[in-house]
């Protein structure tokens, strides 16, 4: 989940980039046309500033000549070209077409702008989403996982809290002989889930403990009575002279024979 929205912070922190580098373009070229059009009309104005003088000094010229030429009867004669009028009036079209072309570059040029900054616009909302969509799945899937996680550890804690606080059946023989010799390794092995494996009554209840290292010596035969059986044994405990004597008592039911319990 921190991965996903690593991920996410590091693709805003991209857009966020690309949003200012546009931004820091679309201003460049927004001053730089409106450098080329003040430029184009300082230009104007000079020529407009240059065409006034040029028509200025024809009327000087033409008012100069009609002085000369009157008193020789000759003014009605005067023709004025007006070259100079001419030129300035070119020169002021060829100024005015330059700003209407330049005009209608600056509006293209606006107009291709505002629709690269739709384009990239929409592209930047497609990959919002996209990553949106990615962070919901990957949050859902990581939802999805702890749910799945937790469901799973609740269940094996179940288990064995029950497996804990239910008993062991025990592993009935068929003989009490045979439950005896069982009884007698399991002792003789220290091995506690043997002797789960055929405990019953306080045996199965965990009364009893095997001492670490006994040596259990049984008798021959156990002394089987009705729907129980006894087995007389002496066992030699690590650390203690003396032997200890004992019996395992056995008991059957329809199920067959089980240990019920140890006495020494």
């Keep these: 989940m921190s991965e996903a929205w690593d991920a996410y912070l590091a693709a805003a922190a991209r857009i966020s980039g690309a949003e200012a580098e546009l931004e820091r373009t679309l201003t460049d070229r927004r001053s730089a046309h409106r450098q080329r059009l003040d430029e184009a009309h300082r230009q104007a104005d000079e020529l407009r500033d240059t065409a006034g003088r040029a028509e200025k000094r024809r009327r000087e010229l033409c008012r100069r000549a009609e002085l000369k030429l009157r008193p020789l009867g000759l003014a009605d004669r005067l023709e004025i070209d007006g070259s100079a009028d001419g030129e300035a009036r070119t020169d002021t079209e060829a100024v005015a077409t330059a700003l209407d072309e330049a005009e209608r570059a600056f509006q293209e040029l606006t107009r291709k702008v505002g629709a690269e900054e739709r384009r990239r616009a929409a592209a930047r909302n497609a990959r919002v989403r996209a990553d949106m969509r990615r962070t919901c799945a990957l ?102 002279p003396e032997t200890r004597e004992g019996v395992f008592v056995f008991s059957a039911d329809d199920g067959g024979w089980c240990l019920s319990e140890v006495r020494f």
């Excluded at 019953?200 to 009575?225: F, H, K, N």
């Design 139 to 240: 949050r859902t899937a990581a939802f999805l996982a702890a749910v799945a996680l937790v469901i799973a550890v609740v269940v094996v804690l179940a288990v064995f809290v029950i497996r804990r606080l239910t008993p062991p059946e025990p592993l009935r023989s068929d003989t009490a002989r045979e439950a005896a010799d069982v009884a007698v390794e399991a002792y003789n092995t220290a091995d506690a889930d043997m002797l789960a494996g055929i405990a019953c009554g306080s045996v199965g209840r965990g009364d009893v403990d095997i001492p670490e290292g006994l040596a259990v010596e049984a008798a021959e035969e156990p002394d089987e009575s009705g729907d129980g059986a006894r087995l007389a044994f002496e066992a030699t405990v690590p650390g203690e």
